[in-house]
């Protein structure tokens, strides 16, 4: 399975100000990207998002002389494998008063050796709006793929990933697990069944919005498709209900179509 894991960021500088470059770890990339020495090691650049970025290609010198880089090297938008120390910045944290935590942890990984888990102790809490969750706002809806890795441990804690689109009033777009035997969904309203049971492990939640439908997936296979909107403009991991249990989730990425 090809999966890329960031080991750090260069900065260029364009016109319209700085361009953060992402570098990504390279062991199965092929040898046609440019490569690149960091404090981490060997690694490969792509650009987060080659459409809004200012910079029409990049010329490099290399041992065999000036090279073009064009943009299209990466799909990528936004791309988070938790292999960091902490959480990023980019996420905003979703929550109420109580005992909540998110922290990267060495504790499940399905890549690299890192993921991030989300905790909320729901003792602490009255009601049923207890919030633990991650979200990632873009600055438009956009036509995106969004996918996250989820680990189901088969408890009945509730967990979900979704996207939004702030300028439609339909409610969340989500899969969810850990209140049936099946994963359920989300599209506005009340939960459904898939109709896909759960198992216990890593699994692939899954989201593209083509600007005319979102049609989700699981382990690459399609179990709902909603007609309420075809752009996103934020994702969001963790959980709505509160929880009394750790939630794991890693490789989170928004790929354009």
């Known amino acids: 399975m090809f999966v890329l894991a960031q080991i750090g960021v260069l900065k260029l500088r364009t016109g319209s100000g700085i361009e953060e470059v992402p570098v990504f770890d390279t062991s199965d990339v092929s040898q046609d990207f440019l490569r690149v020495q960091t404090a981490a090691g060997t690694g490969a650049l792509a650009l987060v998002d080659p459409e809004q970025a200012d910079i029409p290609e990049l010329r490099v010198m290399t041992s065999s002389g000036v090279r073009s880089v064009k943009k299209s090297l990466s799909s990528y938008e936004f791309y988070d494998g938790f292999e960091a120390s902490s959480v990023d910045s980019s996420w905003s944290t979703?929550?109420?008063?109580?005992?909540?935590?998110?922290?990267?942890?060495?504790?499940?990984?399905?890549?690299?050796?890192?993921?991030?888990?989300?905790?909320?102790?729901?003792d602490e809490m009255s009601g049923d709006d207890e919030n633990a969750a991650l979200r990632r706002y873009f600055d438009q809806p956009r036509e995106r793929r969004f996918s996250v890795m989820v680990y189901d441990e088969g408890t009945s804690e509730q967990w979900i990933a979704s996207v939004s689109n702030s300028?439609?009033?339909?409610?969340?777009?989500?899969?969810?697990?850990?209140?049936?035997?099946?994963?359920?969904?989300?599209?506005?309203?009340?939960?459904?069944?898939?109709?896909?049971?759960?198992?216990?492990?890593?699994r692939k939640f899954e989201f593209v919005a083509d600007g005319t439908e979102t049609r989700f997936l699981i382990d690459g296979d399609v179990v709902h498709t909603s007609t309420a909107y075809g752009t996103f403009d934020s994702i969001t991991i963790g959980s709505f209900w509160g929880v009394n249990d750790w939630g794991y989730y890693d490789d989170v990425k928004v790929e354009r179509l």
């Open 94 to 122: 979703e929550e109420m008063t109580g005992q909540t935590s998110y922290e990267v942890s060495s504790n499940r990984a399905f890549s690299g050796s890192q993921s991030v888990r989300i905790y909320m102790d729901d």
């Open 167 to 202: 300028n439609v009033s339909s409610g969340l777009q989500a899969l969810e697990w850990g209140q049936s035997s099946d994963y359920t969904y989300r599209d506005g309203g009340s939960f459904n069944s898939t109709g896909k049971s759960r198992t216990t492990g890593w």
